[in-house]
């Protein structure tokens, strides 16, 4: 087995943590109205929990403003009561068959906030990387302690190891980065 195989095989790894952390980050309120700050919500309908997007239509119809349109009437009532209590600081406005959020402006304090919260999670995922990295890493050094691969082979692993992890976390910089621009 040659080292590229071990790198190869972390890659995915790495796309996964990065994929996580883009899925969190979406769910991060900015100035702009999202579907993703709701459609994990979880609501209780009929004795069963549901995620909000399994119960309805979720727009963003304007950029403060999200739709959401249940595929059933009977649906309303609990998701009401769902988005209250999920504390995002957004009140459901029912309009007929459907419900209107609009998201209240971003204060500088709760934008310090989210750029707090940006940066955790942006470190939580680096810290898997890393973890990855490590593992990776053991992996190499063990193989070429069992004469798999040269001493040569073990630093060149080591080095394009270490390519792979900063190009992953340049794009979680940048990522991050896009999101705290979209706070203004």
């Known amino acids: 087995m040659s080292y590229k195989e071990f790198i190869d095989k972390i890659k995915p790894e790495f796309e996964k943590s990065f994929r996580f952390l883009e899925a969190e980050l979406a769910k991060i309120r900015t100035s702009r109205a999202s579907p993703a700050l709701v459609e994990d919500i979880e609501v209780t309908a009929f004795g069963q929990k549901f995620a909000l997007k399994q119960l309805g239509a979720i ?5 403060t403003q999200l739709v959401i349109q249940p ?3 009977s649906y309303i009532e609990p998701i009401e009561k769902a988005i209250g209590q999920a504390g995002l600081g957004m009140s459901a406005v029912v309009d007929k068959d459907v ?11 709760y934008r310090a906030s989210l750029a707090k919260v940006l940066n955790e999670k942006a470190e939580e995922a680096k810290q898997v990387m890393r973890r990855q990295r490590e593992d990776c890493w053991n992996k190499i050094q063990a193989a070429q302690k069992a004469k798999e691969i040269s001493e040569d082979d073990k630093f060149r692993g080591k080095d394009e190891l270490q390519k792979v992890v900063d190009d992953y976390q340049e794009k979680m910089k940048n990522l991050v980065e896009k999101k705290k621009n979209e706070l203004v």
């Open 99 to 109: 419900i209107r959020l609009n998201l209240p402006t971003l204060t500088e304090e």
């Open 71 to 73: 595929w059933d009437t």
């Open 59 to 63: 727009s963003a119809p304007q950029v």
